[in-house]
Every structure is written in C-alpha cells, then in structure tokens.
C-alpha cells in the first residue's frame, strides 16, 4: 500500500514534460533547407543536440525558454572561407598579420563552423592545430595549402614555388588531421600554367579530399579551361565573383560551359574577401538564375575592416541581388557544410548537434557594396541575435537568456 501511494506520489509530483530539456527556442521562424521546414515551430535542446522541433512545445518542457517570435532560427552558420593562422616560422603575409582570430569574428555573426582556406600548409599545420584549432570555441575545419609554406603574401614568392609542394609531408599530416582536414587549397597562382591546380588535384585523389581553387590570375591562362578540364566534381572555385572572370557568354548570361560545370559537380563559392566580389559579375549570374553554391567571406583583416564586413553583410548582398532568403540561408548552411564532407552539420534536426543561428531580419532602405565602389540597394538586412554552439548560448544580442538583474538572485563576486 505504501509502494503504491509513493508511486502516486512521485507520478503527480512530477508531471511529464518536467524540464526534459535543456533549452527551448519557442515561437520562431525555422529555416531549414536540408529538411525542408521553412515554418513556425518551437525548437528544443538537451545535452548539446536537438532533441525536439514541434509546433509547439511548453516552456516549461525545458529549463530555459526563449520567445524569439519575430526571427527566424537556422543552422549555425558555415563559412568555408576565413584565414584565421599566420604561421610564426614561415609566413609573415607581408604587410603584417591579416589572419583574424576565429571566435570573436565568428560568434557575433551566427557562425558555428568555419573552414581556413589555406592559411597554412603541411609545415606549420601541427602550430596551427595546437595554437589555434584546439582553442577556438567555433568549429574549425582547414583546407591545407598545396604549398608547404602555406599562405604569405600574395606578392610573396613562397606560394609561387613549384618545388615546395611535397605530396609525401602533406599526405603525412592529412593523415594525421583527418578530422580537421577536408581539403586542398590552392591560392593568387601567378603563373601562366595550371602546375599548383593539378598538384593539388593530385593530392586530392591521392587523399580523397576536394580541391579549392583560388584562380589567381586571369590574363595568362583560361579560367574555362581549368573549370573544363582539371577542376572534378566536388571541387570548390572559391572568388567566384572576381573580375574578370569570364562567367558571362556575349549574351551576358552565364556562359554555357559555367552551367555544364554545375551540372558535372563543381562547385561555385563566394570567397568575397577584399577584391573579389563585383556586382557586375554577380548580379548578371544570379538575375539569370546562377545562384553561387556557398556564400563565403574570404574573412582576414582587410576584409573584415572592408565592404566584405562579416557573413549575414555577405548574405544581405545575395539577399538584395534576388536570392530568396531560404536560399541564402542554403548557401550559408547546408551546402557549404555538404561540400566540406560535413553533411551532418547545417541542418535543423532530431538528434543534429545544436549549432544555431537566430536571425532578424530588418526591413527599410540598405545600400550594399561591392570592391569596385559599386552598389546595389536592398530592403532588407540579415542582424545576429543569437548563436547557440553544441547547444550553449555563445551570444545573445538582446540579452534574451538573461534574468532582470534585482530579480534574478544572482551571485555577483564580493571582492
Ligand atoms: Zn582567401
């Protein structure tokens, strides 16, 4: 008898729901290309990962709840495009360091996961790792350059050198990072043949890894004929946007062997940086349906103090040439995720870890720029207001998680 009251007991004192979850995101706008919800639903979190998306869920299902009715709740951004290593032995990019740390550039703008493009090479991967990598808060994922000496000014002769791609060493550390790892870069080639393409492409069949092609220079050699003829499918051309690329046919709509590449595989991705992104090559190919496959920032210190700005500035500029915005956010998730081998990332789903953004978007009147002082408008503007990492809270713009401060018990430090 007494068994039975104390289970009586027990089963009213403690209804269902009780705070089975961690945290609940209720009454926002879900945006998940991947899975095709593009709808109101409440999203909930326990121990790192989503554990639940329904229309509704009570906010006392969960220890925390958050009303962000009015944005739009998405994959924790993906930027395959940032420079976030300098190397202290070989590189010295020239003017000073340009990479930028990763968390403080990342966090503020919604992204969870970034990929370096080639910053570092075979020889200083392992500081790289250990210095960098191994600290960030955000999700690093690397291209490793082709060139052992990995990244130094552009100008610089190191990533000119022919005899500094040893596929040995690097096929070593790959080996060795796989987990970080997921591709070749390849960068500002100044020289008129396709030696660093095809080395890197030799080290991508040989380690099973896509390439990523920084084009480098246009007026030496045929930018068609890398995409027709060394680039395979799943190989990423990163600067898109960069003129003069030949993109256009004499109609001024994309050339026809730019839409046979897209058919084949290759990938076309923003790389925006600090001088590759014109209107005048963007908005001729997304007007005419050819939407780039990831929005990208090509994130270092000149861009970030530069037109290019951050990520959700990238995305508004897609946003103004026409992109609709479940397609923006596509490019800024799940495609760039899936193209660095990494298609469990970039999506909203039971079971997914829980890397999210939370997004406002602002309507009324926005200039955007490209590098060559050009400008479209726009009438709306994509603004962070949330970044949740492995289902904590890293960022909170309007303080949505916090308590007013007289009421909420808090232990401030006594001394
Ligand atoms: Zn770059």
């Given at each position: 008898?007494l068994r039975?009251l104390?289970?009586i007991?027990?089963a009213?004192a403690?209804?269902a729901?009780a705070?089975?979850?961690d945290l609940?995101?209720?009454?926002?706008?879900?945006?998940?290309?991947?899975n095709n919800?593009?709808a109101q639903r409440?999203?909930?979190?326990?121990?790192?990962?989503?554990?639940?998306i329904?229309?509704s869920?009570?906010a006392n299902?969960?220890?925390q709840s958050?009303?962000?009715?009015g944005l739009?709740?998405?994959?924790?951004?993906v930027?395959?495009?940032?420079?976030?290593?300098t190397?202290?032995?070989?590189?010295?990019w020239?003017?000073?360091?340009?990479?930028?740390?990763?968390d403080?550039?990342?966090?503020?703008n919604g992204?969870t996961?970034?990929?370096?493009?080639g910053?570092?090479g075979?020889?200083?991967?392992?500081e790289?790792?250990r210095?960098?990598?191994?600290?960030?808060?955000?999700?690093?994922f690397a291209?490793?350059?082709?060139?052992?000496?990995g990244?130094?000014?552009?100008?610089?002769v190191a990533?000119?050198?022919?005899h500094?791609?040893?596929?040995d060493?690097?096929?070593?550390?790959?080996?060795?990072n796989?987990?970080?790892?997921v591709g070749?870069?390849?960068?500002h080639?100044q020289?008129p043949?396709?030696?660093?393409?095809?080395?890197?492409?030799?080290a991508g069949n040989r380690?099973?890894?896509p390439?990523?092609?920084?084009f480098?220079?246009f007026?030496?050699?045929?930018?068609k004929e890398?995409v027709e003829?060394?680039?395979?499918p799943?190989d990423i051309?990163?600067?898109?946007?960069?003129?003069?690329a030949?993109?256009?046919g004499?109609?001024?709509?994309?050339a026809p062997?730019?839409?046979?590449?897209r058919k084949?595989?290759?990938?076309?991705?923003v790389?925006?940086?600090g001088g590759?992104f014109?209107?005048a090559?963007?908005?001729?190919?997304v007007?005419?349906?050819?939407f780039?496959?990831?929005?990208s920032?090509d994130l270092h210190?000149?861009?970030?103090?530069?037109?290019?700005?951050?990520?959700?500035?990238?995305?508004?500029k897609?946003?103004?040439l026409?992109v609709p915005?479940?397609?923006v956010?596509?490019?800024?998730?799940?495609?760039?995720?899936?193209e660095?081998?990494?298609p469990e990332?970039?999506?909203?789903a039971?079971?997914s870890?829980a890397?999210i953004?939370?997004?406002r978007?602002?309507h009324?009147?926005?200039g955007?720029?490209?590098?060559a002082?050009g400008?479209?408008?726009g009438t709306?503007?994509?603004?962070p207001?949330m970044?949740?990492?492995a289902?904590r809270?890293?960022f909170?713009?309007?303080?949505r998680?916090?308590v007013?401060?007289r009421?909420?018990?808090?232990k401030y430090?006594?001394?």
């Open positions: 008898m039975i104390a289970a007991f027990l009213c403690i209804p729901h705070q089975q979850y609940v995101l209720r009454n926002g706008h879900v945006i998940d290309p991947k919800i593009d409440d999203v909930a979190i326990r121990d790192g990962k989503i554990a639940a329904e229309p869920i009570p299902a969960a220890k958050v009303d962000i009715f739009y709740l998405t994959p924790g951004l930027d395959i495009h940032v420079h976030i290593f190397g202290l032995r070989h590189n010295a020239g003017n000073g360091d340009l990479s930028v740390p990763a403080p550039f990342a966090i503020p992204v996961t970034v990929a370096d493009a910053s570092s075979w020889r200083d991967f392992p790289f790792r210095r960098i990598i191994d600290n960030s808060r955000t999700r690093v291209f490793i350059n082709i060139i052992g000496s990244m130094v000014n552009e100008d610089d990533e000119q050198n022919e500094d791609m040893d596929l060493a690097l096929s070593k550390i790959i080996e060795q796989k987990d970080i790892i070749i870069k390849t960068a080639w020289q043949n396709f030696i660093s393409v095809k080395k890197a492409v030799e380690n099973h890894l390439v990523m092609v920084d480098g220079w007026d030496n050699k045929s930018y890398m003829t060394i680039l395979r799943g051309s990163t600067h898109v946007f960069r003129m003069p030949p993109l256009l004499p109609d001024g709509k994309p062997y730019m839409l046979d590449a084949r595989g290759i990938k076309f991705d790389g925006h940086g590759s014109t209107f090559l963007a908005e001729p190919m007007v005419n349906g050819f780039p496959d990831s929005i920032t210190v000149g861009s970030a103090t530069g037109v290019m700005l951050n990520l959700p500035n990238v995305m508004s897609i946003l103004a026409g915005l479940a397609e956010i596509r490019e800024s998730t799940t495609n760039p995720a899936t660095i081998g990494h990332l970039g999506q909203i039971v079971g870890v890397d953004a939370v997004l978007v602002d009324g009147n926005f955007y720029a490209d590098l002082g400008k479209v408008n709306e503007r994509i603004v207001e970044t949740i990492r289902g809270v890293v909170d713009l309007n303080a998680t916090a007013p401060w009421e909420g018990h808090l430090a006594t001394r």
